[in-house]
């Protein structure tokens, strides 16, 4: 019997050793194995952190050199027109065009700036007497809100005045003073 009972005991303690062994083992790979998961999980947030900023500012660069190019274009665009109001063209201009050749410098602008579509030069009374579109010749434009609002302060001869359309564009107008005795032309 008491072999018998040795060989139980023995059976018994054997066991316990594999499963505290097992317990061990399994302790041991998860205090292993966790930091490293943890880490993972703390790195790729981190990561997925500063790719976000990454992006962020990267886009943010890019607009702020899009807004600068797009200010810089109005500022040579403001300057072209204070110079053109200067040229003989505003004579054309009182004569009608009837040279076309307002219309041919109104249609080279848009083809080189195609967001700048229709140019037209139109008299005080809404007649388009020039236009990169010259099927726009003659048209009224009387009726347009933007052509009501006119500037009547003589400082802002030269100021653009900009208008938002139902449509999503703008409408872009400059005043362009002619220094004869005739009415002055929006251009």
Do not use: C
């Not at 947030?45 to 274009?73: F, K, V, Y």
């Amino acid at each position: 019997m008491e072999s018998e009972h040795r060989g139980s005991l023995v059976e018994s303690v054997g066991r316990s050793v594999r499963g505290l062994l097992g317990r061990l083992t399994g302790l041991f790979l998860l205090l292993a194995v966790s930091p490293l998961v943890i880490a993972s999980v703390l790195i790729l947030h981190n990561g997925q952190a500063a790719l976000e900023e990454n992006i962020g500012l990267q886009l943010s660069a890019q607009a702020e050199h899009i807004a600068e190019s797009l200010d810089h274009l109005r500022a040579n665009g403001q300057a072209s027109l204070k110079d053109w109001a200067k040229l003989s063209v505003m004579h054309d201009l009182n004569e009608g065009d009837a040279g076309g050749r307002i219309t041919e410098t109104l249609t080279a602008l848009v083809q080189g700036q195609p967001v700048w579509n229709p140019l037209m030069a139109i008299s005080p009374g809404g007649k388009v007497v020039a236009a990169s579109s010259p099927n726009r010749i003659g048209e009224s434009v009387a009726e347009q809100i933007w052509f009501h609002h006119k500037p009547t302060d003589p400082y802002l001869k030269w100021e653009p005045f900009q208008w938002k359309t139902q449509e999503g564009g703008y409408y872009f107008l400059a005043p362009i003073v002619h220094e004869g005795k005739s009415q002055p032309l929006i251009g």
